[in-house]
């Protein structure tokens, strides 16, 4: 079956260091690839999202990258601030139906 | 345009009650997903209906059960509560249009099972 694997948690960065949260996938057919963020008490927000390879989704300077050769869709933001500090979900969606496939979320937190 | 909306924010039940959660999905919206995320987890889809009818379901039991209205709201249902039923359940609203694969997630219920 479908599944997403993520880096373990928690990241720990400094304001305004680089960030990389590994995410792969394992799925049938060509699936469609998201990010979805998670702030402290609140439900999930998209970033971005990528429906085919090579494609790059971008968002608020977050990116990743559709790599269907790797099967990965590693996020990436050069500068990281305070407000990033959240949870992090890799997903995916394959099917006649909307199923969308989580990982396992990775905690980001930033200190000033 | 509203978001999607769920009720209540919060939810304490016994073992063995019955409890449902009610999820209003945004406008435009005619499918509407459920899932169950526990503490530290990612979200696991329970089941997702279109058109009022259950189109998918994840490994939940049939105690798990859901039912959509024909403005699209929808309920979730849990019957014979356990423990392990304490999470948080998330509502995410979907339109099946070419080229629109996103869902939008609502804020979510936190149900503990005591």
């Known amino acids: 079956g479908d599944s997403v694997t993520q880096m373990e948690g928690p990241v720990t960065l400094s304001e305004e260091a680089c960030l990389t949260i590994?995410?792969?996938?394992?799925?049938?057919?060509?699936?469609?690839l998201f990010w979805y963020v998670q702030y402290p008490g609140e439900g999930l927000q998209l970033l971005l999202k990528?429906?085919?390879?090579?494609d790059k989704g971008s968002n608020k300077g977050f990116e990743a990258t559709y790599r269907k050769e790797t099967t990965s869709f590693h996020l990436e933001k050069g500068s990281v601030q305070v407000s990033d500090s959240a949870v992090y979900f890799c997903?995916?969606?394959?099917?006649?139906?909307?199923?969308?496939?989580f990982g396992t979320g990775t905690k980001l937190q930033v200190i000033p | 345009e509203t978001g999607v909306t769920q009720s209540p924010t919060h939810l304490i039940k016994t073992r063995g009650q019955q409890v449902t959660l009610r999820c209003s999905s945004q406008?435009?919206?005619?499918?509407v997903s459920w899932y169950q995320q526990a503490l530290g987890q990612g979200p696991q889809f329970i089941f997702q209906?279109?058109?009022?009818?259950?189109?998918g379901r994840g490994n939940f039991p049939p105690r798990f059960s859901g039912l959509q209205f024909p403005n699209y709201s929808s309920e979730l249902n849990v019957n014979a509560l356990e423990l392990d039923d304490s999470a948080l359940y998330l509502c995410a609203s979907s339109t099946r249009t070419s080229g629109s694969d996103t869902q939008y997630f609502g804020p979510g219920t936190r149900l503990t099972v005591l």
């Open positions: 406008s435009g919206h005619n499918t």
């Open positions: 590994n995410c792969t996938y394992t799925a049938t057919g060509y699936p469609s």
């Open positions: 990528a429906t085919k390879a090579d």
């Open positions: 209906y279109y058109r009022e009818e259950e189109n």
């Open positions: 997903a995916l969606r394959t099917g006649g139906y909307q199923k969308v496939t």
